[in-house]
């Protein structure tokens, strides 16, 4: 499976603004801003303009402009321009890539207002520490964003009166695309957390248009909303890839806010990959709806027929990873559209403890209960452990029978390895929707012939689950 390459595909050439045309020559496109500064600054490191605003009007496409080192918080908001960089400076000069170090920015604005920084297109945000936010930290909205690198930054916390979306939220970085693509979008090394309406990363893309993003090592915590959430919608594609990436404790306010969820609508498409993510909700927070990952595929019975899925398409690869201690399901795939064309692959990740209330397994897998729904799916799991849920290991779920369906632990046509280990779980390792053959050869059941369910939850025919082999050994 190949993900998309980051590929240079235009340029934009803009204008310089009278206002840079005038700057001082010494300048040379750098400017710093300081809350402390005098109010008749130039914007040079001697004599820092006060205010982002100001910035803004001096500065042009291409510029750097450097926020300095200071006990008090910048406040205000700032439009960049293509190719501008906005660095917070740690007190020795350098990009204040520690936490402790990274300059604090606001902005108070009364509502409706409310963004901090709108991007505008090939920008770079590093060093900035933004807090209390009543709009987004950075937006990207009706402009080609490609090309930002927002990476070294922290974004704590929601003011009690902020712009809210319809749950009552605002996340700290947002981009929608309605037309073209976006590439070479990245967020790394950085830090959310501490807020009870706020929420991290948002995608919303729709219409025709594309976009690619890298999102790696960062931390998200005690937050009310989604770590990642990634929507499309009409005929819009999506590739992301999340590496290296820890959260914990989502859903503050008792939400559905599951950590990292592809959610498709229309004939939408989505290729994503998680690797090395660690998930844990050690406060417990979060409603019966609030997953560790899900892939959720947008139809019946929810009211808006008109951006129900018909015949989207998801990949979602899950690897090296590790659940834990998840409310409800820890992993989530559920299928609600028609003819949907869906891929799913989990490999050498630990699923440890959970209380599934929807499907009912550490991995669920929820077929539409629509028996014309067409459409496939596949799930390959391997390497894999399901440990410790208070009901199934592995659960099966399909209300209609209208999905082509191919499962393989092990042994079977998707080419599964095995040496999964589901053991120590409450209700038994597998519930399984009747029809169809299980591959789960060559797994660790505790040294046993596994039991395995039907969907009421009686004792199944072995028949439909081939085992062989089983393996007599602890595979770790």
Known sequence: MQFGRWLLVGSVVVAASDAAEAQPAELDGVFYVSPVAEPDGDGSREAPFRTLAAAQAASAAGDTIHLLASDQIVDGAITLKPGQKLLGLASDGAL??????RVRLTST??????????????NEIAGVHFEEMIGHAIA??????????????????????????????????SFKATLGVRYDVRIEDSL???GEDLGAIRVFQSGDSQGRYRFARNEFYSLGGRPYFVRTRETSRVETVILDSVADSIGRGNRN?????PYLMGRSEQVMLVRNYRFDNTQQ????????IEGYIFG???????????????????????????????IQFSNSGLNSVLRYVIRDTEILGGTPRQGGGGISLNLQGDPDSAGSTTLLVEGTDVIGTDRFGVSINNGGGGDALTVDLGGGPLGSRGGNRLLANERGPLRLAPGGTIHAGGNWWGGDEPAVLGPDDQPSSHAEVLLDPILRDDPR
Do not use: K, M
């Open 300 to 330: 019946s019975p929810r009211p808006d027929e008109a951006n129900w899925c018909d015949g989207c398409r998801l990949t979602l690869v899950i690897e090296d990873s590790v659940l834990r201690n998840a409310v409800t399901d820890p």
């Open 285 to 292: 927070v979060g409603n019966r709806s609030s997953t560790g």
């Open 96 to 101: 204040a890539t520690d936490p402790d170090d």
């Open 140 to 173: 990207g909205h009706g402009v080609d964003y490609s090309g930002t690198f927002i990476h070294h930054a922290t974004f704590e916390g929601n003011a009690d009166e902020h712009i809210e979306d319809e749950r009552g939220q605002v996340y700290a970085v």
């Open 192 to 194: 959310f957390r501490d």
């Open 257 to 261: 806010s599951d950590s990292i969820i």
């Open 109 to 122: 604005a009364e509502l409706p207002e409310g963004t901090v920084v709108a991007l505008g297109g090939d």
